[in-house]
Every structure is written in C-alpha cells, then in structure tokens.
C-alpha cells in the first residue's frame, strides 16, 4: 500500500453483517477510511498479516454466547499464518437478530397470550410476523444459533441449520432462494440490503445481547498512523486493556497459579481468561488473559512490561497481543 494511499479497513463481510457495523462505527469517515468486506474471519486476519488492509475489525465474544472460538485460534496464531498481527482497539454493537426470509403473505396466527416465555431468558419471546410453515432451510454463522435458543425451540424446531461465514452472508444466500423455503438469523440492516422479509424482530433470547469485536494491524503499522485510522478518543479517557497468551508445563504443580499471580504481584486485575487447545499435544493449552493496563513501547518500566518479564520467567511460551483504551 502506497503511503498516499486511502487506509483500508478489513472487515467480515458482507455488508451488513454486525462486523460491518462495528467497523462503520469505529471507522465512520468514508471520505478518508474504505472498508473492505471479506469472505472469513480467517481472510480478515490474512489481509493485516499481508498489509493488503491497514486495519481489519473481527467478532471476538458475546455477552450471552461467550468467545468466537475462531477469533481466538487466530489471534493465538496456531496455525502460524498471522505471526505479525495484534490487538489495537475494540468496539461492541448491540446484536439484535431477526428471521428474514420470503414472507407467504400468510400472517402468523399466533397469538401474543398463547406464548409461553421462558424465565431463562430475559427477552420476551418474539411473535413472528408471518406464516413459518414453508421454512425448512435456516443459514446463519454459528454464533448466531445459541444466541436465539427460545425462538428456535419454540418456532422452529428440528428445521435444518447451515452455518456459513457471517449472518449477512446467510441473507444473501437467503435472498437467492426465491422458493420461501429458506431463512436466515440476520440484522435488520440486512433486510435492507438484501430486500429480505423480517418474519420475526429480536428473537435473541437476552435483551441487551451485545457482541465485542477487535480492530487489528500488523506489528509494524503504529498504532496510531494517521487521523483517519486513530480511534475517536473516548471522553473522559477510558482505561486500558492488554491481550496475553501463554502456554505451560502441565506437569508442574503450580504452573498456572504462578503465571496468574505474575499480574496480580504488579496490580494487575484480570478481566477475562480463556483457554483454546494448543494444537502441540492433547490435552494442551494456549491460555488468554486480558489484564487492565498498557504495554509501554521499548524497555519501558510499566506495571504491564514488569508482570510480562515475571511470567517470561514461570511460562513455557508466552506472547503480548497488544493493548488498546477500553471502549466500555
Ligand atoms: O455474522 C456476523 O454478522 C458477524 O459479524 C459475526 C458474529 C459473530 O461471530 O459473533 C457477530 C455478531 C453476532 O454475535 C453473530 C455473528
């Protein structure tokens, strides 16, 4: 990319996806930023590591469905593929999914007193708008599923789920189907796009369902390049968070504790951990902790760089995947 060149941003595509929202809400100046939609959260990533995109935008956890497992191999590198490419913003979309399909002209005789909600979720259970009788196909990206369990069960049981790349993917193989007999779980921005029917309008199973998402580059782009790829400054000033992944010997009684306690012995609280099988042996794994606080550039003596030189000391492997202002 020439140094004139307008910044790319990339993002899992296509547009309309919630990815494409977070990355129009962190990167909302199309004069001077072009997003660039990709097929895979998988092409995202490659696109950083080659510098074919300055920037990509990723999904990284949901609050009702947990971590986006493909995220996570990803960032931790296991397949080797993204050496170069770390962590250096994040951004959360309220996720509110809808059925959009053909609608049969048929509306929905189901009454709204006829509907048992179940106290396990907090979104009442949605009503849908139309007949589902001729549905038999459903397509949506995985994580979409167990974030509608109750209007699946409820409506929709035992029809056939195809997982594809993202949701808005789904709404475009859904608008292909002209038979009525398929459905996605999308966004209402995709009905748009894709002139989809909404059948049913949030039939996500908490209300307040948000997903996080991550803004990455490659280790030699700084973080902040240029005025259109720096990240609004949140007012007032918001904390900072780090990435880390590390590995252990299994064997040895304590490995675990003495690599947590590397960030407890600098002040460090640790607001998330995950871990993700590491691909060396069975029954071995990469762990990711998220701590507050930010690595400083160099030798730098922050609390950060001095929790990193312990748990270089107690860790098989470790690495930092960067550190970025919190967005909550
Ligand atoms: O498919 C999309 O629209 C995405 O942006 C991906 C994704 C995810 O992987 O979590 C994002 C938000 C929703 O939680 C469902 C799907």
């Not at 794994?285 to 950060?304: A, N």
Request: hydrophobic share 35%.
């Amino acid at each position: 990319m020439g140094e004139h060149e307008r910044p790319v941003v990339a993002y899992l595509g296509p547009e309309a996806s919630y990815t494409h929202q977070a990355a129009l809400s962190t990167f909302p100046n199309k004069e001077t930023t072009t997003l660039s939609p990709r097929t895979t959260i998988a092409d995202v990533f490659s696109a950083v590591q080659n510098r074919s995109a300055h920037r990509g935008v990723v999904p990284f956890e949901n609050s009702s469905n947990g971590s986006v497992v493909f995220t996570l191999d990803l960032i931790a590198n296991l397949h080797g593929m993204h050496p170069d490419v770390l962590v250096c913003g994040e951004a959360y979309v309220a996720v509110k999914h809808c059925l959009l399909g053909h609608a049969a002209g048929i509306p929905s005789t189901q009454k709204e007193g006829e509907v048992r909600i179940d106290p396990q979720f907090t979104n009442p259970l949605a009503i849908p708008k139309s007949d589902l009788s001729r549905v038999k196909k459903l397509y949506s990206h995985p994580q979409a599923w167990g974030q509608c369990k109750a209007f699946l069960a409820t409506y929709l049981k035992g029809v056939p789920r195809h997982d594809v790349d993202s949701t808005s993917r789904a709404a475009e193989i859904v608008a292909a189907d002209k038979t009525g007999e398929s459905a996605a779980l999308s966004s209402l921005a995709a009905a748009d796009v894709f002139g989809l029917d909404v059948l049913a309008e949030s039939i996500n199973d908490r209300k307040g369902n948000t997903t996080r998402f991550l803004v990455i580059r490659h280790a030699s782009s700084p973080p902040l390049p240029s005025p259109s790829l720096s990240l609004p400054t949140p007012n007032p000033p918001t904390p900072w968070k780090s990435l880390i992944t590390f590995t252990l010997n299994h064997t040895a009684p304590g490995s675990l504790a003495q690599c947590l306690s590397a960030f407890s012995s600098h002040g460090l609280s640790l607001t998330s951990i995950n871990t993700r099988p590491s691909g060396v042996e069975n029954w071995h794994y990469v762990f990711f902790v998220e701590c507050g606080g930010r690595k400083e550039d160099g030798e730098g003596e922050g609390d950060v760089n001095r929790a990193l030189g312990e748990l270089g000391g107690v860790a098989r492997t470790w690495r930092w995947l960067g550190s970025w202002e919190s967005r909550l």
